[in-house]
């Protein structure tokens, strides 16, 4: 019997495009898996690689972000939030490079995408069965940082970003029957997250949702202990990691093109040198494609 194995990845903001590169080498060489989830913008790039878009995701994340619809404090001011949500989420996918909805839903793959509830500051999953056709709300709560982005109603959750209550969900992975997983990291090795310093804003924002700041509040040690349950996992031979082999040296919020190019292809080249690697680590497991 073969063991299901699946498919992590981590958000990260702009970061991201690193995990673009790692998802158009995967795609060149026709590497599948039965299940996939992302949070934030891991969310985001696993919704181009289901669909089989090669370069999309570089497109997007990389052609669009000296536009000031996409991202700029013109939008922070008008709306409140600092990516142009409506723009970035309804106009990119639908009329400017269209997302192949046919290719996603003649996929077989699981995708499962996580968000943070407002409410109870714990993570909340969806999966195909729930969002059904409407793919886009649940990736745009994931993706919805807090401060820079509103808040997220779907399915009766009021949801924000899936990177604060659940950074790297390869946890939910193993309980939904993946006794393996490939995760993708946007964080280079030895990387821990700062305790994070009091934000005036953050409980001014938040102050109906006190379980939000708590989360927040909280995230570094979630985060630091999530890297050191995977690197457990490693040694157990039940993950195979892909992480940046250098430091990023990009923000959340990164508006350079030439640094962003440099990511993406950083995480196209570390694919291709762990290829090998990776090709014996899947072994005969059903990820490897037909």
Same mark, same amino acid.
């Given at each position: ?12 903001? %702009? *970061? ?9 080498? !995967? ?10 989830? @992302? ?8 919704? $181009? ?16 972000? &000296?536009?000031?619809?996409? =991202? $700029? ?9 600092? !990516? ?10 639908? +009329? =400017? ?9 003649? $996929?077989?793959?699981?995708?499962? =995408? ?8 714990? /993570?909340?999953?969806?999966? *195909? ?24 109603? !779907? +399915? ?7 990177? %604060? ?14 006794? &393996? ?37 909280? &995230? ?46 950083? @995480? ?16 005969? $497991? +059903?990820?490897? /494609? &037909?």
């Amino acid at each position: 019997m073969h063991t299901k194995t699946g498919l992590v990845l981590e958000g990260g903001g %702009m *970061r991201g495009v690193y995990t673009a590169g790692v998802l158009d080498f !995967f795609l060149e060489n026709k590497i599948e898996f039965p299940y996939v989830i @992302g949070v934030s913008a891991g969310a985001c790039n696993a919704a $181009s690689y289901i669909s089989k878009q090669w370069g999309r995701n570089k497109r997007v994340n990389i052609g669009f972000v &000296r536009d000031p619809n996409y =991202i $700029s404090l013109r939008n922070f001011f008008k709306k409140g939030e600092l !990516f142009g949500m409506d723009y970035v989420f309804d106009v990119i996918p639908n +009329q =400017i490079v269209p997302f192949d909805y046919d290719e996603f839903t003649q $996929s077989e793959t699981e995708f499962v =995408i996580g968000t943070t509830d407002c409410q109870t500051g714990k /993570p909340i999953y969806f999966s *195909r069965k729930e969002y059904k056709e409407d793919l886009l709300t649940p990736i745009r709560a994931s993706s919805s940082l807090p401060l820079a982005a509103p808040i997220v109603s !779907f +399915q009766g959750h009021e949801l924000l970003d899936g990177g %604060m209550s659940d950074p790297v969900p390869v946890k939910k992975a193993e309980q939904d029957g993946c006794s &393996r997983n490939v995760i993708v990291l946007t964080q280079h090795e030895g990387y821990q997250k700062k305790p994070a310093r009091s934000n005036f804003m953050i409980k001014r924002k938040y102050a109906a949702y006190p379980e939000v700041i708590k989360t927040l509040e909280n &995230r570094w040690i979630h985060y630091n202990q999530t890297l050191a349950y995977i690197e457990q996992l490693q040694k157990d031979k039940k993950a195979f990691v892909i992480r940046p082999t250098q430091p990023l040296e990009i923000s959340r919020i990164e508006r350079n093109q030439r640094k962003l190019t440099k990511a993406y292809d950083l @995480g196209w080249q570390n694919a291709s040198d762990l290829f090998a690697e990776l090709s014996e680590w899947l072994g005969e $497991s +059903q990820t490897v /494609p &037909r």
